[in-house]
């Protein structure tokens, strides 16, 4: 299968740690991308390849990855981290990509 | 500074057509695949399309094969998606993303706002 799995909701108190997880055949073979979309915004790539954070992303999101699941972690969320979080990844040919249905994260 | 720029969204009836542009600055475009992405109306995103650097290669979501074309104009720095026979379900907001690789990855490092086509009688 090439579809990509993710919780629709979650939620985390103020300060703590929260892990929004993906799952998928083809993650065993791709690392996942991960995007950070909020209300009336374009998506913005927060976590790429094993753990990589573009510039201007804060250190506290961090990616990993085992076996069929990927995961993004918020180390001492935010308010300014509720957001829909997207994961992303190739297909089986690898010519097509796939986004994960996306998850709601609310900050308590 | 990075930038894509979107337009030709519009109100089109059901098989019409349209043509999306996207017009980008700040980077080698012709260094770089690019993508399509769309989201409806409270929902999630879909990957629409890819165009390789050279426009040699290109891929598209089962959704919209046969009926979407991607293409680009490198002299321009521009971006393409011909989309006839549209349908009510292809009303959404269409994004113009950056890949990070030449011939194309699944790591969309830049997006512009989005241009919003509404199909509907």
């Known amino acids: 299968s090439s579809e990509l799995t993710q919780d629709p909701a979650v939620s985390v108190a103020l300060g703590q740690t929260v892990r929004i997880t993906c799952q998928g055949d083809n993650l065993r073979i791709y690392y996942a991308s991960w995007y950070q979309q909020k209300p009336g915004q374009a998506p913005v790539l927060v976590i790429y390849?094993?753990?990589n954070r573009p510039s201007g992303i804060p250190d506290r999101f961090s990616g990993s990855s085992s076996g069929k699941t990927a995961s993004l972690t918020i180390t001492g969320a935010q308010a300014e981290d509720e957001a829909d979080y997207y994961c992303n990844s190739r297909d089986s040919s690898g010519n097509h990509v796939v986004f994960g249905g996306g998850s709601k994260l609310t900050v308590l | 500074e990075v930038q894509l720029v979107e337009s030709g969204g519009v109100v089109v009836q059901p098989g019409g057509s349209l043509r999306l542009s996207c017009a980008a600055s700040?980077?080698?475009?012709?260094?770089?695949?690019m993508h399509w992405v769309r989201q409806a109306p409270g929902k999630g995103l879909e990957w629409v399309s890819l165009i390789s650097w050279d426009g040699g290669s290109t891929f598209y979501a089962d959704s919209v094969k046969g009926r979407f074309t991607i293409s680009r104009d490198n002299s321009r720095t521009s971006l393409y998606l011909q989309m006839n026979s549209l349908r009510a379900e292809d009303t959404a907001l269409y994004y113009c993303?950056?890949?990070?690789?030449?011939?194309?990855?699944?790591?969309?490092?830049?997006w512009g706002q989005g241009t919003l086509v509404t199909v509907s009688s």
């Open positions: 700040g980077f080698t475009f012709d260094n770089y695949a």
């Open positions: 993303a950056k890949d990070s690789e030449m011939f194309g990855s699944h790591l969309f490092d830049y």
């Open positions: 390849g094993q753990n």
